[in-house]
C-alpha cells in the first residue's frame, strides 16, 4: 500500500473550495476532484473549477451532470432571482432564497459512491458554519451525521476495520477573512476563483450574498480580490 | 392544511417496490413516485415503474437521470458480468458484485430533496436486508442513520418541529415470501415488475440472484409468478 492517500475534494471553483484544495494537498493527500454541473445559475463557478484543476497537481476530476432543476425550491436552480444588496445581518438571520435542498447530501452522497470505487476514505468539503448560518447543511452537527451513516453505508466502510471514512471540513468554523490568509498563506491564487451567485465571463455583480462576503473578506485582509467586478451593477 | 399526507415512494419496477406502493397507499398516502435511470443494465424495470404509475393514483413521477457509471465498480453499472446460478447459501455470505456503491445513498439523498420541493415528510423504500444480507445500505442501521443525518439536512427539517422526516422501510425484515403474500393481500399485480438483472422484453433470465430469490418466493407461496422467463437459459 502507498504511503500517500489520496482524498477526493469537492470543489465549486469559489474560494472556499479552492482553499479546502490547497489545504487538502498541504495535509500531503494526493486529490481526486469532484465538481457538479446541477442546474446552478452561476455555471461560471466550473470554468474556475477546471482551472484550479489545471493548476494543480489532480489525479482525476469528475464533473457530475445532475438535475436539480427537476425539483425546483431555490434562487440558484430556477427563475426566482437571487437576493441583492443584503446586509451581513440579514443574511444571519433565517434560510437564505439561495438554499439549494439537499444539496450537500446529494453531493456528498456522490462523493461517496466515487470514494469506494477509487478506495479512498477521505472527503473533503468547503461547507462554512459562519458566512452560511442559514444552511443546514453547512453546520457542523449535520456533517458529523453524515459521516456516521456514511460509515454505515457501502461496502468499503464495513470491510474496513480503524480506517473509517472521514469528511474533513477544514474552513467550517473560519471567517471569511480567516479562509482567505489560509489560502494566500498556501499559495491559492484567487484570480482563479469565483463566487458570484450572477457571474459571468465579464465579471461578479458585487451585490449578492457571496460577493459581499468576498469584498468584506478581501477588505478586512487588506488584499485587493483578483477578481473583476461588474462597475455598472455597483 | 389537508389531512391525507403525501409520501414518496422510491419506485424501482420491482416486486419489493410495488408491494411497499401498496403498502404506502393502504396507509392512506398520496404518492409521489422516484425512479432513478443510473446506468442499471436492468433498464426495462423502469418500464414497469412506469407501467405501476400509470396503473395507480400517483401525484407525479419523477425518473431521475443519474450516471454512477462514471465510477464503475459493479456489475449492474459495469461491463462486468451478472453472476448466475448461485445458491441462496452463496448469496448470504460477503458482499455481492451487483453491490452499487452507495447507490441508496444517492437515492434517498434525491428523495430527501424532492421531499422538501412538495412539503413532505415520508419517504418509502423498499429495501430488503434478509435477501439483500450482502448490502450495507439494505440494513436497519443504515437506514435509521440517514434518517438522523436526513432531520438535520434540510430546512424542512430545521423549521419543523414534532413532525420529523421518516424514512418508512415497511418490507426490511420480511422474506420473499411475506413480501408476495403481502403484495397478494393489498392487489398487487406482479405480471407489472421485473425483478431480473438480465431482464428483457423475452423474460427474465431465471439465473441471477434475484430471479432466483424471487422464483423461491413464489414457490413457497404456491402461486405461479406472472413474469414470464426466457425458457432457453433455463
Known amino acids: 500500500m502507498s504511503n500517500v492517500k489520496s482524498a477526493i475534494v469537492l470543489l465549486s471553483g469559489g474560494l472556499d473550495s479552492a482553499t479546502v484544495l490547497a489545504i487538502a494537498q498541504a495535509q500531503g493527500f494526493k486529490i481526486a476532484a469532484m465538481s457538479f454541473c446541477y442546474g446552478q445559475r452561476h455555471k461560471y463557478e466550473l470554468k ?18 445532475l438535475d436539480l432543476r427537476q425539483f425546483g425550491g431555490s ?6 432571482a437571487v437576493p441583492v444588496d ?28 466515487f470514494a469506494e470505487t477509487i478506495d479512498c476514505k477521505d472527503i473533503f468539503i468547503g461547507v462554512n458554519a459562519l458566512d452560511y448560518a442559514g444552511y443546514p ?8 451525521a453524515f459521516e456516521t451513516m456514511a460509515n454505515l453505508a457501502t461496502k468499503a466502510a464495513v470491510e474496513s476495520s480503524g480506517n473509517p471514512i472521514r469528511i474533513h471540513t477544514p474552513v467550517i468554523s473560519m471567517t ?21 451567485y450572477n ?28 477578481v473583476p467586478y461588474r462597475s455598472n451593477e455597483e
Open 48 to 65: 474556475k473549477a477546471v482551472d484550479l484543476v489545471s493548476l494543480n497537481k489532480i489525479l482525476r476530476h469528475v464533473i457530475v451532470d
Open 75 to 80: 434562487a440558484l436552480t430556477s427563475d426566482v
Open 86 to 113: 443584503r446586509t451581513l445581518e440579514q443574511m444571519a438571520h433565517g434560510i437564505p432564497l439561495t438554499y439549494v435542498p439537499a444539496r450537500n447530501t446529494v453531493f456528498l452522497s456522490y462523493a461517496l459512491a
Open 137 to 144: 447543511d453547512c453546520r457542523p452537527e449535520y456533517i458529523a
Open 176 to 196: 471569511k477573512e480567516q479562509i482567505i490568509r489560509k489560502g494566500l498563506e498556501l499559495g491559492v491564487d484567487f484570480a482563479n476563483t469565483s463566487s458570484c
Open 199 to 226: 457571474a459571468s465571463e465579464d465579471g461578479a455583480c458585487g451585490r449578492c450574498d457571496a460577493c459581499i462576503l468576498r469584498i468584506q473578506g478581501f477588505k478586512t485582509v487588506g488584499v485587493k480580490d483578483p
